[in-house]
């Protein structure tokens, strides 16, 4: 089984479209979560961190599920430009070890 | 706040040429990632710089190695050059605090003919 894993798509929907994103982990020590968005042929840039208790940025929540060692990322309202790429992040922390992982990406196309 | 920055933007090698690639992290951050993205792929972990020392690596052979210089700048040099060392080199720099988030540079397109 992978670290983590994503559903890799594309998630084809029209614009104003609710569009969701699962992700699972599987090493139930991580302690923290973060989505990322990446456009083509650029870097990562991080969209939210995925707290416990859930967590909102206008049109994005992300929560987070420990008991299933999920995370989901919803997105309301689509833009085109929401359009990209979105990456799930499981970081591992302990002492002085770390072991950040990134899931392959669930990529997103918003259509006009 | 000046951004994570990465040179050069492009780099064009032969195969059995080494390349250097660099990175700065944001001012404050004392550690540096580095990841590779071969086209159509994700990112995978190569290795992990904290306060001058290597503290992990991927996957990788040891022709992959690098460095963290006492500004926190790190290189990475890939010795060697393969044909499938073609791809994005990512850097992220990394604060140690309770968000453990990374921020990364533009990246380094390495191509291997």
């Known amino acids: 089984r992978k670290e983590v894993e994503q559903d890799p798509g594309p998630f084809n929907v029209p614009e104003g479209a609710t569009v969701a994103f699962n992700c699972t982990y599987s090493n139930s020590a991580s302690q923290s979560f973060f989505w990322y968005r990446q456009d083509c042929r650029k870097e990562p840039k991080l969209l939210m961190s995925v707290y416990s208790s859930g967590n909102e940025d206008g049109r994005f929540t992300a929560q987070l599920n420990r008991a299933s060692q999920y995370i989901s990322l919803l997105i309301r309202d689509s833009k085109l430009s929401d359009s990209a790429t979105y990456l799930c992040?499981?970081?591992?922390?302990?002492?002085?070890?770390?072991?950040?992982?990134f899931g392959t990406g669930t990529k997103l196309q918003v259509i006009p | 706040e000046a951004g994570v920055t990465q040179s050069p933007t492009h780099l064009i090698k032969t195969r059995g040429q080494q390349a250097t690639l660099r990175c700065s992290p944001i001012s404050g951050h004392t550690s540096v990632y580095w990841y590779q993205q071969a086209l159509g792929l994700g990112l995978q972990f190569l290795l992990w710089y904290d306060e001058g020392e290597e503290r992990n690596r991927g996957n990788f052979p040891p022709r992959f190695s690098g460095r963290q210089f006492p500004n926190y700048s790190s290189e990475l040099n890939v010795n060697a050059l393969e044909l499938e060392d073609s791809a994005l080199y990512l850097c992220?720099?990394?604060?140690?605090?309770?968000?453990?988030?990374?921020?990364f540079g533009p990246g380094t397109r390495l191509t291997v003919l």
């Open positions: 992040v499981v970081n591992e922390k302990s002492g002085g070890y770390q072991k950040v992982t």
């Open positions: 992220a720099s990394y604060r140690d605090d309770v968000y453990n988030e990374q921020f």
